[in-house]
């Protein structure tokens, strides 16, 4: 303890001191010399510090170590550098005050700042050697702290490679950045220094070591030291930028220092922490990009570019540099993402390749100062980093899910069904025997009762739903049954046919599940292929709209360019989209059928091309393309059905396995999703209601088309064809659709109500902006709707997860709320948004009531109830140490705070011993309470608290009946409700006079 405080006094009197040594910029050397001797007052000061403590250690004998021997060092350091060191810049900063000419003065100034620059280099690694690395992890940490540092200096080299240079005079701060790139390589040298004395002094453990050995962690350290001891070099000659130039290195340098973080750092327990570690940190990338992005599109205000800045600079040139730093930060972000997803996730990894690429584009544009040009590239960046999150919590759902595989389940079923015959067989064989031996009767009965037991608990074994093998087993085992008591009465002969009986119910219920096996198989099978498929038409579909743009392109070419080359191109679309459509015939006849229309889109499409027609033909290909896009839509939902199967099989082989936390916390999330979804829907309906020329149309289906009549009335053709699409979107439930036309109506109807040249704001066409303003109306509706559909699907998953860990007797309760979160996400499809939020806010009712119950079940079993909002309290850093998990008989809860409070951690109440309670609150508070003990070793000799110290046992128990239940009433009101019932009941067990549940009896051990 007295090495650990003279080490700390020592290490903060050091980082006070390098502090001013930093700052003191002062050119007057009478000032340079105060502040000096300052530094020198306050190194001597650490220095007798250290060397007191030394001296106090010795006094205690207690034995020498390398914390000691560290310490020591420390101590002879500062007292050599200030007698020495500081002593000569002293001396400079002496002369130049009393310097005879002020080019003398300015000599001696730059002698003693080049000596001081030494002397903190040395309070720096001094200060280095007393923040001493415990573990692995926390080298890692120091390493990541490195990384951010170097990408700091990465920014800030940019940023001086834009500064204008002048004759004579440097502009940049190149010094400064390469004396921190200095001091950064000596906080790494450290950092390796302290891992070598980890493995010197055989304080890392065999996976440890393993895990240093196998990053060559040692090795690729000091080589790191080594190539960033030739960057600060190159900042300090201004070679910022270029091959071989200090942001290059830097870049490297900081890569290097994340992988090396990466590798000592202890890995995730398991794929599933893995997989949240990825998503963790492709969110941060996104945050980082979508910030970015936001930022370049935005138009700087006129007081930000005239903002002062360095004389000479192009503010253009400095808010393009400021957000292509911005850019590389975003950049690092995504590696580490894709850095985090390589084992756990690698189609993920791959998948942020792409995302990485368009970064690089973007900042090489924003480092060309082509601010407009690098947007394209950062929305490229964020889909695909949206993307790669998608995968991941789709993955992440997965895994919870897959738990256990039902195809293993089936195949161990038959494994054990086999056995079973066998056994059963050997039964008969015995039984045979007994007949001709009456004495062996009891063998085979024994034998009867053993192979029957195997039978009837792989009946109640669960296995995905089957249930013809589960009638065969049933037979199977009340034939055994019915062997087994006619044995024990000794008729072996007449147990025979009860055995063959039983032998073939087996063989049947073999049969069964070897069918069952196999439709696992081809459902896996069919999933692959359905995938595969689904991909085809996607892309498909991607070449059949690029088709229809070149079309339509052609269409307005005044050239009237030929379009046979277009016609081959979607001729060439024509086998494959046929072959796709054969195979889809027996697994998804809609998704076929939809293929086999856009076939007929695209021959049509064809025809016109090749006749020079590219207008009717990019309708036709439009047309095909949008068939396609449906038919992959169909056969996802088919997907989704058969792995809907696959989970139903893996819920089957859990159902006592329930977890009601996590099914409390995922059905918290369903709330909030309900909830949300019904908000949406509600702003879409109340949109609806406001009426269109003096009447409300019958839903947004009808509007829709209303303005495109109007449009049309106006003589508004592209307005109007654009409604209509939109309208016919809404038909199908193609929301995004609908809105990306009810967009481009909205605009065309805008630019139509517009004032004409030199008409004093008189609108073109007056009833245009009346009918833009209807289509905003419409537009923020669909907007609305959508928002409550991906709310609803939201909710919907979270329900699925919850009904996968929760117990039966709340199952009936959320598969209703299940029902009318699916009838809801009809009526969404339909454009009955009024309906559809009645059915959300009902389910989310009834959800709440069983989490009521679930909360109910989580704290039986002594865990963390959830109520919508809370997003994972516990996890969030409420500092709750509740005592409630795996507690022992005669524990308790507690609010156990600081001393302070007449509580020490573990409270007590006056309860039965070993009780304590410890939520670690952290406020000095004195509320008179009493000692507890978490051991189970609690004081209750009832002796009255003073209120002022934590040693008073409880009078809790003293008091009278009536003042007791006040006592309790309060504590309803101030504690949570996870509490509450288990200090009820504790409350009530003290009035009864009864023991804790499971505590022992008094003097009892």
């Known amino acids: 303890m007295v090495a650990r405080r003279g080490w700390f006094v020592a290490a903060l009197l050091l980082a006070g001191t390098t502090v001013p040594l930093a700052v003191s910029k002062d050119i007057d050397p009478a000032k340079q010399r105060d502040e000096q001797k300052k530094i020198k007052a306050r190194v001597d000061e650490a220095a007798r510090r250290a060397y007191s403590t030394l001296n106090v250690m010795r006094y205690q004998r207690l034995p020498a170590d390398a914390e000691q021997k560290t310490l020591r060092d420390v101590a002879d350091g500062l007292r050599g550098l200030s007698r020495d060191q500081i002593t000569e810049v002293l001396g400079h900063l002496e002369k130049a005050v009393n310097a005879p000419n002020p080019l003398s003065a300015t000599l001696e100034q730059k002698e003693a700042y080049t000596k001081h620059l030494k002397v903190v280099q040395q309070l720096k690694v001094m200060l280095g050697q007393l923040d001493v690395i415990k573990n692995l992890d926390e080298a890692a940490e120091r390493l990541e702290l490195a990384a951010e540092k170097q990408i700091k200096l990465v920014t800030a080299a940019h940023t001086n490679s834009t500064l204008p240079s002048r004759a004579g005079a440097r502009a940049d701060d190149r010094e400064e950045l390469a004396i921190e790139q200095a001091d950064l390589r000596t906080e790494v040298l450290a950092v390796f220094k302290q891992v070598k004395r980890l493995i010197d002094e055989k304080q890392l453990t065999p996976e440890q070591l393993a895990r240093v050995e196998k990053a060559e962690a040692l090795p690729r350290g000091i080589k790191l030291a080594a190539d960033m001891g030739n960057t600060a070099p190159a900042l300090r000659a201004g070679n910022f930028i270029g091959e071989g130039g200090a942001v290059e290195r830097q870049r490297r340098h900081a890569k290097e220092l994340k992988d090396l973080a990466a590798a000592l750092r202890a890995p995730p327990g398991s794929r599933m922490d893995a997989l949240k570690e990825a998503q963790k940190q492709v969110a941060k990338a996104i945050d980082a990009q979508t910030k970015v992005n936001k930022d370049t599109a935005e138009q700087p205000e006129r007081v930000e570019t005239d903002r002062p800045r360095r004389p000479g600079t192009d503010p253009k040139t400095v808010r393009a540099n400021e957000l292509a730093n911005a850019q590389t930060k975003a950049e690092f972000a995504a590696r580490d993402a894709r850095k985090a997803a390589e084992k756990a996730a690698p189609e993920v990894a791959d998948a942020l390749k792409p995302a990485e690429t368009q970064q690089w584009k973007a900042e090489d544009k924003l480092r060309d100062r082509d601010i407009a040009g690098a947007q394209e590239p950062q929305e490229k960046a964020l889909d695909a980093l949206k993307a790669a999150k998608d995968e991941l919590d789709r993955q992440i759902a997965a895994a919870e899910l897959a738990k256990v595989d039902p195809l293993a389940a089936t195949k161990q079923a038959i494994e054990q069904v086999e056995q079973i015959i066998k056994e059963q067989k050997e039964t008969n064989a015995k039984t045979d025997k007994a007949a001709e031996q009456p004495n062996r009767t009891p063998d085979a009965a024994t034998a009867q009762k053993d192979v029957a037991k195997k039978t009837d608990d792989l009946r109640n074994t669960p296995l995905p739903p089957n249930t013809d093998a589960k009638k065969a087993l049933d037979k199977a085992a009340d ?403 509740m005592g409630m998990m795996g507690m022992q008989p005669g524990m308790g809860m507690g609010m156990g705070m600081q001393p302070g409070m007449g509580m020490q951690p573990g409270m007590g109440m006056g309860m039965q011993p070993g009780m304590g309670m410890g939520m670690g609150m952290g406020q000095p508070m004195n509320m008179g309470m009493s000692e507890g003990d978490m051991n189970g070793n609690d004081k209750l000799k009832n002796v009255g608290s003073s209120g002022n110290n934590a040693n008073g046992d409880s009078n809790f128990i003293k008091l009278r009946n009536k003042d007791r239940d006040k006592v309790q009433q309060t504590a309803d009101t101030q504690f949570p409700a996870e509490f509450r019932e288990l200090i009820k009941q504790y409350n009530i067990n003290i009035k009864n006079g009864k023991p804790a549940a499971g505590a022992p009896a008094p003097g009892g051990k």
């Open 479 to 881: 034939a055994q049954k019915q062997a087994g008591e006619k044995l024990d009465n000794k008729k072996p002969a007449d147990a025979k046919p009860n055995q063959q009986e039983a032998l073939k119910a087996l063989q049947d219920a073999k049969d069964e599940l070897e069918k069952q096996a196999k439709a696992i198989e081809e459902r896996r099978a069919e999933i692959a292929k359905l995938e595969d498929l689904k991909n085809k038409l996607e892309e498909l579909a991607k070449k059949e709209k690029d088709l229809a743009k070149a079309a339509d392109k052609a269409a307005a070419d005044p050239k009237k360019p030929e379009t046979g080359d277009l016609a081959k191109k979607q001729d060439d679309l024509t086998p494959p989209t046929k072959d796709v459509g054969m195979q889809l015939k027996e697994l998804a006849p809609d998704a076929a059928k939809k293929v086999d229309e856009a076939g007929t889109k695209q021959e049509g499409a064809k025809n016109d091309l090749a006749m020079n027609m590219p207008m009717t033909g990019s309708e036709k290909a439009m047309e095909a393309a949008d068939k396609l896009a449906e038919a992959a839509k169909d056969v996802q939902k088919k997907v989704d059905e058969k792995k809907g199967q696959e989970a139903a099989d893996q819920a089957a082989l859990q159902p006592n396995k329930v977890d009601p936390q996590q099914a409390a916390q995922q059905l918290a999330k369903a709330i909030e999703q309900a909830n949300m979804a019904a908000d949406k829907a509600n702003m879409a309906d109340k949109a609806l209601q406001e009426p269109v020329e003096g009447k409300t149309p019958p839903d947004i289906v009808q509007l829709q088309k209303e303005i495109a009549k109007r449009a049309d009335n106006q003589k508004l053709p592209d307005a109007m064809k654009a409604a209509e699409k939109a309208a016919q979107a809404l038909e199908k439930g193609d929301l995004p659709k609908a809105i990306e036309n009810q967009q481009k109506a909205l605009d065309e109807l805008k630019k139509a109500g517009q004032p004409m040249m030199g008409d004093m704001g008189t609108p073109m066409n007056p009833m245009a902006g009346e009918i833009a303003k209807n289509q905003q109306q419409v537009l923020d509706a669909t907007k609305a709707l959508q928002q409550s559909q991906q709310a609803n699907a939201a909710a919907q998953a979270a329900l699925q997860q919850a009904q996968a860990n929760a117990p039966m007797a709340v199952q009936g309760q959320l598969q209703k709320a299940g029902e009318q979160l699916g009838k809801a996400g009809e009526q969404l499809q339909q454009g009955q948004p009024g309906q559809a939020g009645m059915n959300q806010q009902q389910a989310a009712q009834g959800l709440q009531q069983a989490l009521e119950a679930l909360n109910q079940a989580a704290m039986a079993q002594g865990m963390m109830g959830a109520q919508p909002g809370m997003g994972m309290m516990a996890q969030a850093g409420m500092g709750m140490g």
